[in-house]
């Protein structure tokens, strides 16, 4: 097939890698126009815009993907199909028209759960025990399109968002190349999704907290969800600090104090491994932490550098 790719994060770069290597012919590559980065505010590439430059590919990055010079670009490559991973920006009526074979998403979740913009991050926050990828035929709705090819992935109790997000991607590339010989060959036809599903909304500010009230299971899930972007936080001494590895485990050792007296966010002692912080309903584990403008440290120098008191609590 004569290609359109479109994607901008590292999620779409395995994707563009198995294009490539498939036979393929990828007219053109759009994604986000370079963004500043790093203290001098430098323009940065995006990782799909690195790799389409290193295959000497043709690349473009519209600030509006819907402007009538970025339609015509995208006619005048006369593409079979568009695929469109992660890419950003949402396509019109008149670019979905464009290419006799659709335009084709992959999308990181097995519809029709968890549609929208964070699907991982929310699957992983929500403690689910699998999540995996589905490929779609692209309507004029958010994630509504019919599907293609679903491919499951379990998620281990212990992984990050950032673990999960590799794995899928690599997934993604596999289905996404079934996809379009599916197609060519009239193996794989579109199937309208269920009427029940769910959503992975933006992730806000208010979704970074912990809320030290919440039983134990959903704070770490919480924090781990939240690994490596953007971070589960919590106040110490009117300061924020991320939390970024935990576990379900460890018993209260600190005199005076016990798990049935200690208020959600008390530290109750520094056990092997990490500090063990008592929360609505059990105890936390908390191995990896990081003071708001310096380095990721482990719970033992935390503790020692904050010279942690009997009442000291996490807010």
Request: aromatic letters at 8%; one cysteine or more; a neutral charge.
């Amino acid at each position: 097939m004569r290609l359109v790719f479109m994607g901008t994060p590292d999620f779409a770069v395995p994707v563009l890698e198995a294009l490539y290597a498939s036979g393929h012919q990828i007219g053109g590559v759009f994604t986000q126009p370079d963004k500043p980065a790093g203290r001098g505010n430098k323009l940065k590439a995006s990782p799909v815009k690195v790799l389409a430059e290193k295959y000497g590919l043709a690349v473009f990055q519209p600030a509006r993907i819907k402007a009538p010079e970025a339609v015509d670009q995208i006619r005048d490559l006369q593409p079979d199909c568009i695929v469109v991973v992660a890419f950003g920006q949402i396509l019109s009526k008149e670019i979905l028209e464009i290419p006799p074979f659709g335009c084709i998403n992959v999308h990181a979740s097995l519809l029709p759960a968890y549609r929208g913009a964070a699907p991982v991050h929310w699957a992983v926050m929500n403690g689910e025990s699998k999540t995996g990828v589905t490929t779609m035929l692209m309507d004029e709705g958010l994630d509504t399109g019919a599907m293609l090819i679903s491919k499951e992935y379990a998620i281990v109790p212990e992984a990050t968002t950032g673990e999960v997000y590799d794995a899928l991607a690599q997934i993604g590339a596999k289905v996404l190349i079934n996809t379009l010989e599916g197609l060519q060959n009239e193996t794989v036809r579109p199937v309208p999704q269920p009427k029940i599903f769910s959503y992975a909304p933006l992730l806000k500010r208010e979704h970074e907290q912990v809320d030290w009230s919440w039983d134990v299971a959903k704070i770490h899930n919480r924090i781990r969800g939240l690994n490596p972007w953007p971070g589960a936080f919590t106040l110490f001494r009117g300061e924020q600090v991320k939390i970024w590895l935990s576990e379900l485990s460890g018993k209260p050792a600190l005199s005076g104090q016990t798990a049935q007296n200690a208020l959600p966010g008390s530290i109750l002692s520094l056990a092997k491994g990490g500090l063990l912080v008592q929360t609505g309903e059990g105890i936390l584990k908390i191995s990896e932490l990081q003071p708001a403008g310096k380095k990721k440290m482990r719970a033992q120098d935390f503790y020692n550098g904050y010279r942690l008191k009997a009442n000291d609590r996490f807010e």
